[in-house]
């Protein structure tokens, strides 16, 4: 067996790994030979949904010395680590999650690295080791430091991660390693704690809080994927969806009504939700409903040459319908709403132009369309007569 086609997908058994899985079957990995062989490793079997034909399953547990038997087993010369939860309910609790993050991580380098074969390293992070605080920077490059660095959750397991990541890449410089820091994922069958949220009939918002969020589509997730593991300029890259969306344009594109909560209550909240079965909501991720987040994606773009075929706001889009969101109020009912506003407003700063110059006339009027009133006339969905019949 040829080792330069033999890749290793760790995470295989969940949606991303299988999505994974299905696009290297199809594409595999540019500049290299054909695949040869693909390794899906997992603590558990895939369910029949996520189960992929012409690949190797093996059921591992990264936290086990027995990953080195296998990678030595294997060969493999590209690994994609995909096993990094960001929910303890996808790892049977906060303990599990962190040992399966960290010291599955742990142990998986420690393998990589008494490995000759392996010549690459892509490792899936996520936008929360920059942290959420209020006096954070508008956009988050992949050299800026947090001012807050995240001291708990999943925030803090993918910067321990990272740091082991880059232990591993100085002593083994002869490896081409990229950590891929994602933002939130949206899309069909995506399985996430921000998805259980987006789900319920009305969202909570933490009350004088309008937070600045970005996400990306999760076929845009899978190819930047597959082009990290195939490009020859290693790093750290920033994922996510061109644009930015506040909460409350997220809610109002799903048709949603919110709910503002005191800051001192969303914790409390927040448990009340995960006792419910709702959502699984962590410290971490009320901070970024309060202080948001946004992250700079030049340089995917100008290195790996990845512009997600989503925006943020298009793979919000996606996700309702792919996911069949049905708000309480239609989107055509919002839009409606927001034009009989604009015209209230525009009739209102008419009539207070009229009364403060009952004549007709100002120093601002003249040539340009005799006046705020031929200019109001032009307001999109009025028209000249409904002017008069209201004057």
Known sequence: MNDSGTVLVTGAARRLGAAVLRDLLKHGIAGDPPIERIVAVDLREPKPEDRVEGVETVRADLRTPEVASLIARVRPQTVLHLDVLAAPSQAGGRTAMKERNVIGTMQLLAACQKAPSVHRLVVKSAAAVYGCAPRDPALFTE?????????????????????????????????????????????????????????????????????????????????????????????????????????????????????????????????????????????????????????????????????????TAAAVDAHAESARLRGLI?????????????????????????????????????????????????EPGFEGEHWKEEA
């Open 143 to 311: 050299d800026t430091q947090p001012h807050r660095p995240p001291r708990a959750g999943y925030g803090k397991d993918v910067t321990e991660v990272e740091g082991y990541v880059r232990g591993f890449s100085r002593r083994r410089p002869d490896v081409a390693v990229t950590i891929l820091r994602f933002a939130n994922f949206l899309g069909p069958d995506v399985q996430t704690a921000f998805v259980d949220y987006l789900t319920l009939p009305v969202l909570p918002t933490v009350l004088g809080y309008d937070p600045r969020l970005q996400f990306v589509h999760i076929d845009d997730v899978v190819r930047t994927i597959r082009v990290a593991a195939g490009d020859t300029h290693p790093g750290t890259y920033n994922v996510a969806g061109p644009g930015v969306l506040t909460l409350s344009q997220i809610a109002r594109r799903l048709g949603k009504p919110t709910m503002p909560i005191p800051g001192f209550a969303t914790a409390t909240l927040g448990q009340l939700l995960k006792r419910a079965g709702a959502v699984d909501f962590t410290a971490d991720q009320l901070s970024l409903l309060t202080y948001g987040r946004v992250i700079d994606t030049e340089r995917l773009a100008s290195r790996l040459g990845v512009v997600p075929d989503y925006s």
């Open 330 to 378: 239609s989107r055509d009912a919002v839009a409606a709403a927001e034009r009989r506003l604009s015209g209230l407003l525009a009739r209102r700063a008419v009539r207070r132009q009229e009364a403060t110059f009952p004549n007709g006339g100002s120093a601002g009027r003249g040539a340009e369309g005799h006046g705020a009133g031929a200019r109001a006339s032009e």
